[in-house]
């Protein structure tokens, strides 16, 4: 009888702790950035290395960028442990790294309309490793920076 | 000083490149901000205390960058880059990297 009180005790942890993951993790998720890029939906976005046509040169372009770095929940590490013994696509993982590349860029974005422009080119994203990756108790985290140049694109009505 | 990934700026003209700048820094995360990233761990979300850091190691690897660049006398730099690389545990290299220019209004 003890044992099975003990066992229960101690399974009771990590299913709270998963259970916690799944709440809280998906609901920020949503909550994340759908509302925020809908904000950013005029702005011109390219990764071409040069501006578009009608850029204005009374303006200066100017460097922007944005930066992210988002933490997984426990309930996708536990299921991504279970994928790496199987192989193949670690989906958990996948949206994780998603979220923090669109974080980055809405940042970006909010930093150069800030600064006045209303167009971003040359994108770039790029990721740093902290430590998430290699250290073996560490967070399981991702980090994403993306940088551009922002101009100021004419529009329609001011030519 | 003008800043940009592009090659080329609007409106701007080239007259002298001044060749490669650089700037690099090292920079370790601390013992505080792990714990309460493994916190964060159960939960998901953003780590703030990461960003922020950084955000801050790359404003410094820039800023060296742009003192070498205005001891070449230069007023811009093109095609700016930025990368990194692990150097040990817990520690990464930021590195930004540009062509300084002096230019001109058209």
Redesign the interface.
Same mark, same amino acid.
């Given at each position: 009888m003890e044992g099975v009180i003990v066992l229960l005790v101690q399974l009771s942890v990590p299913v709270l702790?998963l259970l916690?993951?799944l709440v809280?993790?998906t609901t920020?998720?949503r909550l994340h950035l759908a509302s925020r890029e809908r904000e950013f939906a005029g702005m011109s976005v390219t990764d071409i290395?040069?501006?578009g046509p009608g850029? $204005?040169?009374?303006k200066?372009?100017?460097?922007v960028?944005g930066?992210?770095?988002?933490?997984?929940?426990?309930l996708?590490?536990f299921l991504a442990g279970f994928r790496k013994i199987l192989g193949g696509e670690l989906r958990s993982y996948r949206s994780l790294m998603g979220r923090a590349r669109r974080?980055a860029l809405m940042r970006l974005l909010a930093e150069a309309r800030r600064k006045g422009f209303n167009a971003v080119?040359?994108v770039?994203y790029?990721?740093? $490793?902290?430590?998430g990756f290699?250290?073996k108790r560490?967070?399981?985290?991702v980090?994403c920076?993306a940088?551009?140049?922002a101009?100021r694109l004419e529009t329609r009505d001011s030519q | 000083m003008?800043?940009?990934?592009?090659?080329?700026?609007?409106?701007?003209r080239i007259v002298e490149l001044k060749g490669i700048v650089q700037g690099n820094t090292v920079?370790?995360?601390h013992l505080g901000r792990?714990i309460a990233?493994?916190f964060?761990?159960?939960?998901?979300?953003?780590?703030?205390g990461?960003?922020e850091?950084?955000?801050e190691a790359?404003r410094e690897a820039l800023e060296r960058m742009l003192a070498q660049a205005e001891q070449l006398g230069a007023n811009a730099v093109l095609n700016?880059?930025?990368?990194?690389s692990?150097v040990t545990?817990?520690?990464?290299e930021?590195y930004a990297y540009g062509t300084a220019a002096v230019v001109e209004p058209?």
């Open positions: 702790l916690i993951g809280v993790g920020t998720e290395r040069t501006f850029a $204005d040169p009374s200066h372009a100017a460097l960028s930066e992210a770095v988002i933490a997984t929940d426990y996708k590490s974080e080119c040359n770039r790029e990721t740093a $490793d902290i430590g290699t250290g560490g967070a399981v985290m980090e920076f940088y551009g140049t101009y | 003008i800043l940009v990934n592009t090659e080329t700026i609007p409106g701007m920079r370790a995360k792990d990233a493994s964060k761990n159960i939960v998901g979300g953003e780590l703030k990461y960003t850091l950084l955000t790359r700016l880059r930025f990368s990194t692990a545990q817990g520690a990464a930021l058209e």
